[in-house]
C-alpha cells in the first residue's frame, strides 16, 4: 500500500455495528461487561476506546510500526516516554531543540536524578563522544526547532544500538509523510498530533510508533496508569485530518520553497535556515532521508535586532503571529520569547539560536498572497 493510501486506509475498518466508513465518535467512558473481565476487548476509556483505537491503527500503519499509543499531547507523550528510565541513567539530546522538550528534560526529569547532555547532533562523531556506561536514550529531532538542522537518523540510531542505547525521533516537523524514521533504524517515533498530523489547529495530542515490544509495553502501562490519553472527539478529529496529510503537505512543502527562495534573494534577510537550501549544512543528510524539505522555515533580518525582527512580525496579515505549527493557516513566531522561552538565554545563544530569529509555519494559502505579505512586512 503506498502512502497516500495509508493516510485513508491503513488499520481502518468500517465500523462493525453500522458499516460507518469514518469510526464513530465513542463518546463513553465504560462498557458492558457479560461477566467480570470478560468484554468485547474494552472496560474502561482511559485504558483503550474505539476511536482512540482507530486512531493508533492508522498513526502505526503510516510510521510502518507495529504499534501505537496515543496521548492527550506530545508533552504528555514525552512524558511517559521518559517514565521508562531510571535515577542514573544519562540521555543524549540535541542542544536545538523543542523549548518544551528542554523544559521537561530539565525541570521535571532532572530533579529525579535522570541527566541529560545536550550536545550539536548534526554531527554523529559528537553522540559518540557524549556516551557514557550509563547512556540509555538519544533523542533526535530532526529537522530541529527552531534552527532547521538535520540530524542523520541511521548513524545516529547506529551509535545508539552499538552502545545497548535507545534511539527515539520526534518526527514533528517531518511528518511520516516526509519521513519515517522506523525504517532508519529508530526504535521509536514520538509526534505532537496537534501539528501536521491534526492539521487544522483544533486539536492537542501526543502519539508514540515502535515495533519495539518493551517499549509499546510501558507504553500501555503508562496510558492505564498515568492516563494521559485523547479524549474520542480529539482522536476522532486528528482521524479526519490525517486523511489529507499527503495533500497538505505537498502543498505546504511547494509553498515553503517559493517563500525560501524569495527570502533568500531579498536584501532585507540575514540568514534563511531551510535544509532544502543547498547551501544548508546538512542538505545532503536531508536528501537522503527525507522525501521533500518540509514547510518550516527560519530567517533573520539584515538589521539583526529584536526590536526589527518584532516590528517585522507584528505587520504580517495572513502569516498569524501564533504559538504551534502545521496547521492550514500559516502562522509567524519569535522562538525566543515563544516556544522556547524556558530555554536560558545563554543556552539559547550558545546552540545558535539569537534573540532575533524568526520562525515561519508555513501553509496552504495561495503561495503569492504570502510572499505579498513578507514583502508588505518588510
Not at 515490544?213 to 479524549?231: S, W, Y
Amino acid at each position: 500500500m503506498k502512502f497516500n493510501t495509508k493516510t485513508i486506509h491503513a488499520g481502518q475498518e468500517s465500523e462493525q455495528t453500522s458499516g460507518a466508513v469514518m469510526p464513530p465518535i465513542f463518546q463513553t467512558s465504560t462498557y458492558a461487561q457479560e461477566a467480570p473481565n470478560v468484554h468485547k476487548g474494552y472496560e474502561y476509556a482511559r485504558v483503550s476506546n474505539p476511536t482512540r483505537t482507530a486512531l493508533e491503527k492508522l498513526l502505526a500503519g503510516l510510521e510502518e510500526a507495529s504499534d501505537c499509543a496515543a496521548f492527550a499531547s506530545g508533552c504528555a507523550a514525552m512524558d511517559a516516554f521518559l517514565k521508562m528510565f531510571r535515577p542514573g541513567d544519562h540521555i543524549i539530546a540535541s542542544n536545538d531543540l523543542y523549548g518544551g522538550t528542554y523544559r521537561l528534560f530539565t525541570q521535571v526529569f532532572e530533579p529525579y536524578q535522570i541527566n541529560f547532555s545536550f550536545i550539536d547532533m548534526s554531527n554523529p562523531a559528537n553522540v559518540e563522544e557524549a556516551l557514557t556506561d550509563k547512556t540509555k536514550l538519544v533523542w533526535i529531532e530532526t529537522p530541529t526547532n527552531p534552527l532547521l538542522r538535520i540530524v542523520d537518523i541511521k548513524a545516529v540510531s547506529d551509535i545508539a544500538r552499538k552502545a545497548g542505547a535507545l534511539s527515539v525521533v520526534d518526527n514533528t516537523f517531518a511528518s511520516p509523510y516526509l519521513q519515517r524514521p522506523l525504517r532508519l533504524g529508530a526504535d521509536a517515533v514520538i509526534h505532537s498530533t496537534t501539528k501536521y498530523l491534526g492539521g487544522h489547529s483544533d486539536i492537542i495530542g501526543g502519539a508514540i510508533c515502535t515495533s519495539h515490544p518493551d517499549i509499546i509495553e510501558n507504553m500501555r502501562f503508562q496510558v492505564k496508569t498515568t492516563g494521559a490519553v485523547p479524549g474520542p472527539m480529539d482522536a476522532y478529529l486528528t482521524l479526519r485530518g490525517i486523511k489529507t496529510l499527503h495533500v497538505r503537505m505537498d502543498r505546504a512543502c511547494t509553498n515553503a520553497q517559493a517563500i525560501v527562495e524569495y527570502l533568500a534573494n531579498h536584501p532585507g534577510v540575514g540568514t534563511v535556515n531551510y535544509p532544502g537550501l543547498e547551501s544548508h549544512p546538512q542538505h545532503h543528510v536531508a536528501r537522503k532521508q527525507m522525501n521533500d524539505y518540509g514547510a518550516m522555515v527560519s530567517f533573520t533580518l539584515k538589521d539583526d535586532s529584536v526590536e526589527k525582527a518584532q516590528q517585522f512580525m507584528s505587520h504580517t496579515r495572513y502569516f498569524t503571529l501564533a504559538e504551534s505549527l502545521g496547521g492550514v493557516e500559516s502562522l509567524i513566531s519569535h522562538p525566543a520569547s515563544m516556544t522556547h522561552a524556558s530555554i536560558p538565554a545563554d543556552i539559547r545563544k550558545k546552540a545558535g539560536l539569537s534573540d532575533s530569529l524568526i520562525r515561519l509555519s508555513v501553509g496552504i494559502e495561495d503561495v503569492e498572497d504570502l510572499i505579498s505579505d513578507l514583502d508588505q512586512a518588510f
